[in-house]
């Protein structure tokens, strides 16, 4: 059926696109946050995420990086709608914000009960912020009120209006998330609510805790996630930077148990030849570990010349090599 009254979608030229797009992707913070989008920061309670928050607020107004990345300067609106506001004020001192580049701006008040005029006032906001660049929202669900988070339509809508708002504005919006009590192997499973809050964001940033230290990951829309890392805390001054990934820490801490039980067979080897000469055999039997690595353990050994083996008919017979001691002369 056809209606002349309904008016056709706007559409765009595939090669006018083509041919206009820039030769790279602009970022607000290089290879994490595009300059315009939508990203979501997910943790559990009191696991970081409004030190983080802030911590970003200063890095974009003061163009110092973040994380380690570089920033595109300019002011800041953050939303603080969980603790008080004597909180902000104390970290932004510790982070010696100056206000000297970009300004800082924080609304501290009680969001309306209808999350459409809270959108609506916020987009008034924002038109009164010269060169804004980004706005952070924690946490969202004090902004847009959406009576039932695991429903999908009003969180679907709710997560296009942010997108749409951001557009409007040239600006990046980061709305903080509640994760789950529960954990699972997927962290981007962890925001409380429906999986549109996940699926309609460019940049979805996870905070885990592991025992007292902090791990962060990320899944994007564009550029290469970041891989599970763990990081590091400035008590001082409140912020955090980019550790070692939680692979290479894990390959560390196995290479230590490695060298500690090569080790320790090294040393049951020597004990075991104190004044005897013992075949393969009778050491893999005397020494406790796995035979593969008693094997290497002993030929390592025997190539640097801390035990020696002789042919005892088909079998061969290791004994120690004694490393001569220094005799010290003292003056008389």
Known sequence: MSNSNVVPFETHDGLELASTAPESRPYLVDGLLLEVGVSMLVAKPKCGKSTFVRQLAYSVA????????????GSVLLLNLEGQIGVVREHFRKLGLTGQ?????VIDERMPRNGQFGLQRLAATIRTIPDLR???????????????????????????????????SGIHILFT????????DDPGDAAIGNT???GGTDTNIFLVKDGSRRIIGTE?????????????????????ELGTTVEAAEESRREARTRETEARIEHEIL?????????????????????????????RMESAGRVVAEQDGRAKRYSRVEIPTEERTVAA
Do not use: M
């Open 62 to 73: 003061e163009d110092v990086p973040f994380l380690g990345k570089t920033v595109r300067c």
């Open 101 to 105: 580049r970009g300004k800082v701006k």
């Open 196 to 198: 549109k809050f996940r």
């Open 220 to 240: 994007q829309r564009w550029g290469t996630a970041l891989e599970a890392t763990y990081l590091t805390f400035d008590i001082e001054r409140q912020t955090v």
């Open 271 to 299: 004990d075991s030849l104190l004044g005897k000469n013992l075949t393969v055999r009778e050491l893999i039997d005397t020494v406790t570990g796995q035979d593969a690595t008693k094997l290497k353990v002993l030929g």
């Open 134 to 168: 980004l706005v952070i929202v924690d946490t969202v669900n004090k902004l847009l009120r959406i009576p039932d988070t695991t429903s999908t339509e009003p969180v679907e809508l709710a997560v296009e209006d942010l997108e749409a708002l951001a557009k409007e």
């Open 177 to 184: 998330q509640h994760a789950r009590k529960r954990v699972t």
